[in-house]
């Protein structure tokens, strides 16, 4: 288990590096960082004392170990935009972004799971059906197109729900919150149903692909055989046995949500990371577009790893195959 978790950590390690050197480049090559943070009234020794005082002269290796060791510790610089600390930025955004994804995960998993259950166990119901053709459905429309639809019924039409904006938040330490206001509770509707459509289909058509194996096997038919009733065999038994794809399917889709939430967040002015990586691509914002990806990779990674290891630890026999594999190629 010790080389297994060894070898996946120099994996993360190796990837955390090659995404550090793609944000660097971007950092390093596209633009120049003096003539975007200086105004135009700057002399040319102001300019060259800005990029001695940003290590603009010293080589690229030396640029970039730097950079490296500086986005461990999440110093990403300043804004060429807002001209403050990104990661100040980032720190006063992340916690929107973080509230929407998660309301989009709790409500992905309380509608997706029971569809699954129910598509499964009725499977040649005619509420199936149309459950299987509105799964289509919501995993070939876009995500703004779900969006716009949403503003243009609840909002524009019946005028139930806010079209835009976070609503009333609370800050807790340094973390708002605007679930424990009316006004943002409100506002995080549209958007977080917007966001977990596609997360619903998958949910469900995975819930019903392991429950339709599930109710195949052995002790499923047996407990039937005893009598036990219907609906504690489908949602206490079977159901079950066929969380652990859903449990790593959302862990990892977690990431998903966290990097394509910019489009949501466009389209609901949400006041997350997406829309400011959104204005930092629109105002070629380098260190905020840098930052961004680096925290979105960062969670893809761990998010990875974690499901790996925890497969291993549930599973020995994958770590045995790593570990003959690495023997093999020795």
Known sequence: MLAFLIKRTANAIFVMLAVAFLAFVIFRFFGDPVEMMVNEQATQSDRAELRERLGLNDGFITQYVRFVVNAAQMDFGISYRNQQDVTVLIKDRFPATFELVLVATVISLVVGIPLGVVTAVHRNSALANVLQTGSIVGIS????????????????????????????TVDIGWWSTGLLTPSGRQALILPSISLSIFQITMVMRLVRAEMLETLRTDYVKFARARGVPR????????????????????????????????????????????????????????????????????????????????????????????????????
């Open 231 to 330: 609906g504690r065999v489908h949602w206490r038994h079977a159901l079950r046995n066929c969380l652990m794809p859903v449990i790593t399917l959302t862990g990892m889709q977690i990431g998903n949500l966290i990097a394509f939430a910019l489009v949501t967040e466009t389209v609901f002015q949400w006041p997350g990371m997406g829309m400011l990586f959104i204005q930092a691509v629109t105002f070629v914002d380098i260190p905020v577009m840098a930052a961004y990806l680096m925290l979105v990779s960062l969670i893809f990674v761990v998010l990875n790893t974690v499901v790996d290891i925890t497969y291993a630890w549930v599973d020995p026999r994958l770590r045995d195959d790593t570990a003959r594999a690495g023997g093999a190629h020795g």
């Open 141 to 168: 429309l876009p995500s703004f197109v779900v969006g716009i639809m949403l503003i243009l019924l609840f909002s524009v039409t019946l005028g139930w729900l806010p079209a835009f904006g976070r609503g009333e």
